[in-house]
């Protein structure tokens, strides 16, 4: 592996930018090196990057950011950085605090994982085994108005609109289509033997042209809320000329819209609207 891309000097960025630096104990530890392997490697580091990016302050006996410290652009990103701390929490809570109990950097509670939709566990573990073993999966589907058996060619799961998505070719429609996991049923792989039977493979999302399909919903705060509500929505996201720009694709365009036009409780209207182009 070469220096530019090996994967602790993003490490060691990561704790410079939002920690203020490390200590070659701490890195030993998150590496599962000894601290004299690890001491040679930040050295190395040193030398790549040059004088003035990194030094080290014997009164913290830490190395700290220097004059020319600059990480690299996703590591400057505070919401890449508040999405990892996310990840964080929500990964000790599946691997139990007392039996694993990972090292969190922060303490992090997400509200929102409460009152979550809950998909089955025979369900989840069906789609998940189908998606890792690129096989055919059979679902018996609730939909709003009836219920029936689709055969899936599983491509990736999302998370959309407060649920859990499977993101699938449909062979029974003969078409791309998202999933609600909450809507399963009963969902089973497919083995070889009764797909060769049905005259079906599992077909993969590289002709999903909807997931391929790039767009930008432009959304402003809703101008029948009052203008300081209005400038507190701005505030919170990232504006250009007036408008907040999403950029996603033509699969997940709808759910962007339904998370932004979502009622505001005081005044009962949509805190978002789509910006004039869009609504037209």
Known sequence: MSVISDPRFRLFEHYLQWYGGFTVTEMSELLGQTRQHTSQFVNRYLRFKGEGF???DRSLKRYVPGKNFNASVKVQNAYLFLDHLRGQEMITHYRDFETWEPDN???????????????????????????????????KYRSRNREE???????????????????????????????????????????????????????????????????????????????????????????????????????????????????????????WILAPSEAD
Request: aromatic share 10%.
């Open 105 to 139: 950097e922060l303490f992090f509670e997400d509200v929102e994982r409460y009152g979550r939709m809950q998909p089955s566990a025979k369900v989840t573990a069906a789609v998940s085994t189908s998606l890792r073993r690129q096989q055919l999966l059979k679902v």
């Open 54 to 56: 990194l030094c080290y």
């Open 149 to 271: 058996v689709r055969t899936l060619s599983p491509n990736r799961l999302l998370y959309a609109a407060n649920r859990f998505h499977l993101r699938a070719y449909c062979h029974s429609r003969d078409g791309y289509r998202d999933f609600v996991l909450t809507r399963m049923v009963s969902a089973e792989p497919v083995s070889k033997m009764i797909a060769d039977e049905l005259g079906l493979q599992w077909k993969s999302g590289e002709e999903d042209t909807a997931w391929f399909e790039q767009r930008v919903v432009r959304l402003k705060p809703n101008p029948a809320l009052p203008e300081e509500i209005q400038e507190v929505l701005a505030r919170d996201f990232p504006m250009e000329e007036g408008e907040l720009r999403v950029a996603c694709n033509a699969a997940t365009e709808l759910y962007v819209k339904m998370q932004f036009q979502r009622l505001d409780l005081t005044y009962l209207i949509p805190q």
